[in-house]
């Protein structure tokens, strides 16, 4: 079956199958067979072909609207708890001990972490001795978005005074080299606890606090993994935040 609209596309534009084969890079022959038996590309020539044509690709080529499989399972997905509530607080305190270079932690406020392990702080600093980066991000109790945050939480504005409390847990850390502490002003998506190639996010739910929400475990495999999408979105958040000086 001949692709009547691909024939139409080439001859407006003065294509033929030898110059189009040359500026999508494969034989003459391939370009003569999408044209004349209908066959289809590979998504990423059709994709130069139309681009080439100044045409849609779904338009030249309708079966690659077909959706591409998607993996059931992430490679870099170590496991899936269906709330926060769910982890005993030695999850994350064991993470955090683990910690060779680098510990980051963006947040509104996660003061659940000194109230279960008050030793939060002493680990901080040894791993800090031991040569880790740590970064901790705490929600700006005065800006909008926390205080919208507040409204939308089932126990109104007790986010504002949970960052402050945070504020105040995290202070003593400030005289300590390597440690760095910032408050940050922007809409939370996910808080999320990085330490070294491994990170626990914790999805936020309009409406539900963050004890009630999802929490994933990720493990980094490689670039451009779910891992580096988290791990950029805490450097583009960080990057906004306000230094706090002692």
Same mark, same amino acid.
């Given at each position: 079956?001949?692709?009547?609209?691909?024939?139409?596309?080439?001859?407006?534009?003065?294509?033929?199958? /030898?110059? =189009?084969?040359?500026? +999508?890079? !494969? %034989?003459?022959?391939?370009?003569? &067979?999408?044209?004349?038996?209908?066959? #289809?590309?590979?998504?990423?020539?059709?994709?130069?072909?139309?681009?080439?044509?100044?045409?849609?690709?779904?338009?030249?080529?309708?079966?690659?609207?077909?959706?591409?499989?998607?993996?059931?399972?992430?490679?870099?997905?170590?496991?899936?708890?269906?709330?926060? /509530?769910? =982890?005993?607080?030695? +999850?994350? !305190? %064991?993470?955090?001990?683990?910690? &060779?270079?680098?510990?980051?932690?963006? #947040?509104?406020?996660?003061?659940?972490?000194?109230?279960?392990?008050?030793?939060?702080?002493?680990?901080?600093?040894?791993?800090?001795?031991?040569?880790?980066?740590?970064?901790?991000?705490?929600?700006?109790?005065?800006?909008?978005?926390?205080?919208?945050?507040?409204?939308?939480?089932?126990?109104?504005?007790?986010?504002?005074?949970?960052?402050?409390?945070?504020?105040?847990?995290?202070?003593?850390?400030?005289?300590?080299?390597?440690?760095?502490?910032?408050?940050?002003?922007?809409?939370?998506?996910?808080?999320?606890?990085?330490?070294?190639?491994?990170?626990?996010?914790?999805?936020?739910?309009?409406?539900?606090?963050?004890?009630?929400?999802?929490?994933?475990?990720?493990?980094?495999?490689?670039?451009?993994?779910?891992?580096?999408?988290?791990?950029?979105?805490?450097?583009?958040?960080?990057?906004?935040?306000?230094?706090?000086?002692?």
């Amino acid at each position: 079956m001949q692709n009547e609209r691909l024939r139409l596309a080439m001859t407006s534009g003065g294509w033929t199958h /030898a110059s =189009l084969a040359k500026a +999508t890079e !494969v %034989d003459p022959k391939s370009v003569e &067979r999408w044209v004349n038996l209908g066959r #289809v590309p590979r998504r990423s020539t059709a994709l130069k072909a139309a681009e080439t044509l100044g045409e849609d690709v779904h338009a030249l080529w309708p079966a690659l609207r077909q959706a591409r499989a998607a993996r059931a399972i992430s490679p870099e997905l170590v496991a899936v708890y269906d709330q926060r /509530a769910n =982890l005993p607080v030695s +999850t994350f !305190v %064991d993470l955090i001990a683990s910690a &060779r270079t680098k510990v980051d932690v963006l #947040v509104y406020a996660a003061v659940f972490l000194h109230e279960a392990y008050p030793r939060l702080n002493e680990l901080l600093r040894e791993r800090a001795r031991e040569g880790c980066s740590i970064r901790i991000a705490i929600g700006d109790a005065d800006s909008e978005n926390v205080r919208a945050r507040g409204e939308e939480e089932r126990f109104g504005h007790g986010i504002e005074s949970r960052c402050r409390i945070a504020l105040m847990h995290y202070r003593p850390l400030l005289d300590v080299e390597g440690v760095e502490l910032r408050t940050h002003g922007t809409t939370l998506y996910n808080s999320i606890y990085r330490v070294d190639d491994q990170a626990l996010v914790n999805a936020h739910v309009w409406g539900v606090n963050a004890y009630g929400a999802p929490v994933w475990h990720l493990r980094r495999s490689g670039p451009g993994g779910m891992f580096d999408t988290y791990a950029e979105s805490f450097d583009a958040v960080w990057a906004t935040g306000r230094p706090v000086t002692s």
